[in-house]
């Protein structure tokens, strides 16, 4: 699969932020950041954004920071889940509940920073990413 491929059909494994980016259209635009363990309480980094691709609101979850590395996406609602991965199945049962219990205590948080984050000014997300809670 080129890395040009719509998301949409991406079903087998979680792209990685790459191949995300590079499936956007020159018009999208989205803010990002990669909270570190000192922010979420949980080794690894997880990346969030604004409005991103044609899914659902979701954070990423990754081992180490690189646009290139394997990740699991996990929806950002109140009841949360994993809905792609492309981590090793033994990195991914490691640390997939720990990951969705962070979203869970912060689902409210990050669906405001999904939907109206690319419309905050800098010090509005520094707050947002210090008001997070950790696991």
């Known amino acids: 699969m080129s890395m040009h ?5 991406w079903t087998d494994r979680d792209p990685t ?3 995300e980016i590079a499936a956007l259209d020159d018009e999208d635009v989205f803010d990002m950041a990669n909270l570190v363990e ?3 309480g949980m080794p690894g980094i997880v990346t969030i954004t604004t409005v991103m691709g044609k899914h659902g609101p979701r954070v990423k979850y990754l081992i180490k920071p690189g646009r290139h590395q394997p990740s699991f996406s996990v929806t950002i609602e109140a009841a949360p ?3 792609a991965s ?3 199945e033994r990195d991914l049962r490691r ?3 720990t990951v969705i219990a962070w979203v869970a205590l912060n689902h409210e948080s990050l669906a405001a920073f999904w939907w109206d984050g690319a419309d ?6 520094q707050t947002f990413i210090a008001g997070l809670k950790k696991v």
């Open 81 to 83: 889940r994993v809905v």
């Open 38 to 40: 000192s922010q979420t």
């Open 5 to 9: 491929d719509n998301i949409a059909v």
């Open 17 to 19: 932020l790459d191949e």
């Open 86 to 88: 492309s981590l090793d």
């Open 95 to 97: 640390m997939a509940e």
């Open 120 to 125: 905050w000014t800098a010090p509005d997300v």
